[in-house]
């Protein structure tokens, strides 16, 4: 029973990294489509989130099978109840990526406006932060889910930059706040999915460590300064 217990489980890890690097491939290509402003890229994005999603159900009917069948205790439960949550991040990361493509998809009929703001470090940061989560993920590499964790202010910071040029921009050019609120809600996409990525992560430092560690700020201190 425990040997097909494992196999299951196996499996299991498996789908959730097979969702994980589909999910990657999806946020690379909306990240291409924000850059390009490629419609067609974005609607070929938008028309591929059944796909995700329907990833997501498997892998969710998996974990309650292999809990109804096995009852599964200590280590092997906490794993699956970790799958369970890091499959929902996962499956949110993919509806934001969704939503940048309707904005790109929207964006790309209109004319185009120069904004004094550039995504690309933006979306390069939490695409890095999306990899570098699953990394550690497929490593049961701890120091690289802290560093995860650590890269969440950063975006946070682009996020309110955007905020703040975007209301300074309306101001000089009401005529297009369609377009500029657009751009804000991408800034505000893209920030969701880095925080879904440090979602990731955290369960990655509490599959390892055996501890929860969200909302522990001053252990992530601790961790930056002796990581310098």
Known sequence: ?????????????????????????????TIRALETKDGELARQIIRSDKEIDQAEVEVEEECLKIIALHQPVAVDLRFINIVIKIN???????DEAVNIAERVENMSKRLPLSFPFDFTAMAEKAEAM????????????????YEVCLGDDEVDRMNRTIYDKVKAAIKKQPDRVAYLLSLMLIGRHLERIADHATNIAEEVIYMIEGKIFRHRKEELKSFDQSSE
């Open 1 to 29: 029973m425990k040997r097909h217990l494992q196999k299951e489980l196996s499996g299991l890890k498996k789908r959730i990294l097979s969702l994980g690097a589909l999910v990657e491939e999806r946020v690379r290509m």
């Open 88 to 94: 929902n991040d996962l499956e949110r990361v993919g």
């Open 130 to 145: 999306l990899k570098n989560s699953l990394d550690a993920l497929v490593n049961q590499d701890v120091d690289l889910a």
